[in-house]
Every structure is written in structure tokens, then in C-alpha cells.
């Protein structure tokens, strides 16, 4: 059920965003508004792992399997965009334009 919230509040936050595009007042302040609501969100889940024995318990085997995660995650995208550039990208014949 709690996924149909989640839904509603990203399509909500959509057709509001695309109706109000054009205010200048709400471009200006939307920026600021999303880091800081990024920011919340980061000191939430920070919280929520703080009270959690658990999870605090057992942070040194998930940290190691996330670090390997992350590692393998960013040499897998910069293989891929490695392999990817020559086709995707134009050729750089050295002239400046």
C-alpha cells in the first residue's frame, strides 16, 4: 500500500512541477528546495541505521559488501562507457571550433 503513496506523491510532484515551470519564483527556489530535502532524507536513513541493533551490528560485513558493490559497480560503467565512446561520441579530428 505504501507504494501506491509513493506513486501518487512522484506523479503529484510531476504535474505540479510541469505546471509551475514557467513561474520564475518557483524555479528560483527549487534547487535549494531539493538539497535540502535530499539532506533530510540522508540524516533520516542515518537515524534509522542508528537505532537499529541490527543493522549497526553487523555494519563492518555490510560496509565491506557495499564498498565491493560500489567498486565493481563503477569499474563495470567505466568499461562500459569505454567500450560504448567510440560509437556514441563524434571523432575528434583535433581542430578546434
Known sequence: MMNVYIVACLLL?????????R????????????TSAVFLLVFCLGAAVGAN????GNLGRLGGQAVL????GLIGSLWLGRML???LL????????
Open 13 to 21: 510532484g510531476i504535474l505540479i512541477g510541469a505546471c509551475c515551470r
Open 23 to 34: 513561474v520564475p519564483q518557483v524555479e528560483a527556489c527549487a534547487g535549494p528546495l531539493m
Open 53 to 56: 541493533r541490527v543493522v549497526l
Open 69 to 72: 558493490l560500489c567498486t565493481g
Open 85 to 87: 565512446a567510440p560509437m
Open 90 to 97: 563524434p571523432a575528434d579530428d583535433g581542430r578546434d571550433q
